[in-house]
């Protein structure tokens, strides 16, 4: 964009969440307009901020407004961050990993790049970094920006991360090479997975090298089923509920029981991204305890459709897979990572699956770095994948 230069140059000194520069006057996120937006080719940045909270490390970091393609295919604005490496411009142009967020909520105001410290969240951020990668981490269609979230909609969050990936290479201090991985936790790798799917048809000039995902959203059918009940489970019901049914129009009243509606929208608009946020969920899901669902959105025809092709594997994955699972983990049931796991396996990827004993859902992205992390560095280097298939 024309102020590309003068944004960076401003968000470079500016230490607050104020636009880092103005073009003719200061401007704020929301004041993008759909011209601009519909003008701007996927990828390209529209605005360009310090990233509030800064990065580990002492790296730099930015949060930016990028054009993306919405659930509909209408040109949109989608925010997220970019973490670069410190040090001098580097021989050769960088890698880039772009990160998967977990479940944050359905509302604008969930977006990850509005927390104060938004790299704590990053699982293994400082590690890659450190091995000079750049990093960049989407928001995802709809937080942080108008509209509803489009909650575990594959094709939605697969857009989001392939042009968070592009706008990264934008940046002039980045000097970004056109490789790339994708690295998520729960959502996020359900994002990741269909990141990796949708890649070559969709943002066909980047050369994805690898795909690693820590307990993974996969089969949403079984996972809605196995979830039923319990607060964390009610509670990410509530919001896929309130995000399908905004996005498609369809009636909540043919699931939810007679009275429930209050408590599933508190529940459904709250954010689950600081202990604060949880300890409040935990507190206004328990009347869904007693009364949420009158039938099995499963069993739905309408509601079992978006779940039947929001599950990721019907398309080829695209790269070698990495997965990693806790074995504690009551929120995506290890077997249920497993049996997809065995499905990637006889469609022919590489799959490399490791399990993190004793470890429940919320850990296993911070716990699954590392590893995550090192398979990724192998990819880049073109070793050739390890697999856990058995043949």
């Known amino acids: 964009m024309r102020c590309l230069a003068a944004l960076l140059a401003a968000a470079a000194t500016v ?13 704020l996120l929301g004041d993008v307009g759909t011209r ?5 080719q996927p990828g390209e940045i529209l605005r360009v901020w310090p990233q509030v909270g800064g990065s580990v490390g002492n790296a730099k970091a930015y949060r930016i407004l990028y054009r993306s393609t919405g659930l509909k295919g209408q040109p949109i604005a989608v925010s997220g961050a970019v973490f670069l490496p410190t040090g001098p411009r580097p021989h050769r142009k960088r890698d880039i990993i772009a990160w998967a ?14 927390l104060p410290d938004l790299a704590g969240t990053v699982a293994g951020l400082e590690e890659m970094l450190h091995r000079g990668l750049v990093v960049v981490a989407t ?7 108008e509209g509803m979230h489009p ?65 993974p959203a996969t089969d949403l059918v079984k996972l809605f089923k196995a979830d039923h009940g319990s607060i964390a489970g009610d509670s990410l019901t509530a919001m896929a509920l309130l995000s399908w049914s905004t996005l498609y129009a369809i ?29 409040k969920l935990e507190d206004v899901a328990q009347p869904l305890q007693r009364r949420f669902l009158k039938t099995d959105p499963t069993k739905v025809p309408v509601w079992r459709a978006i779940m039947e092709q929001n599950s990721p594997g019907h398309a080829p994955a695209g790269a070698p897979v990495f997965i990693v699972q806790g074995t504690d983990d009551e929120t995506v049931r290890p077997r249920i990572t497993r049996h997809f796991a065995e499905r990637l396996c006889r469609q022919g990827t590489p799959v490399w699956m490791t ?37």
């Not at 230490?15 to 401007?27: D, V």
């Not at 928001?139 to 920006?145: A, I, P, S």
């Not at 009275?259 to 949880?278: F, R």
């Open 151 to 215: 909650y575990l909609i594959g094709a939605s969050e697969a857009r989001s991360i392939l042009d968070s990936v592009r706008a990264a290479r934008k940046l002039p201090d980045a000097f970004a090479s056109d490789r790339f991985a994708v690295w998520g936790h729960s959502q996020g790798g359900h994002a990741a997975l269909f990141a990796g799917e949708t890649a070559a048809a969709y943002a066909p000039e980047l050369k994805l090298v690898g795909v690693a995902a820590a307990a």
């Open 251 to 279: 009636p909540t009243e043919t699931v939810l029981a007679r009275g429930a509606k209050p408590a599933y929208e508190t529940v459904a608009t709250t954010c689950m991204q600081t202990i604060a946020d949880l300890l």
């Open 15 to 27: 230490l607050s969440t104020a636009p880092a520069a103005h073009c003719g006057e200061a401007r």
């Open 139 to 145: 928001d995802y269609e709809g937080l942080g920006t």
């Open 355 to 391: 399990y993190l004993r004793d470890v429940s859902h919320s850990y296993a992205g911070y716990k699954g770095a590392l590893a995550a992390i090192a398979w990724i560095a192998d990819r880049f280097r073109g070793l050739p994948s390890p697999s856990t298939c058995k043949h």
């Open 101 to 114: 967020h977990p479940t944050t909520g359905v509302v604008d105001r969930c977006a990850p790049t509005l």
């Open 36 to 40: 601009e937006i519909a003008a701007a």
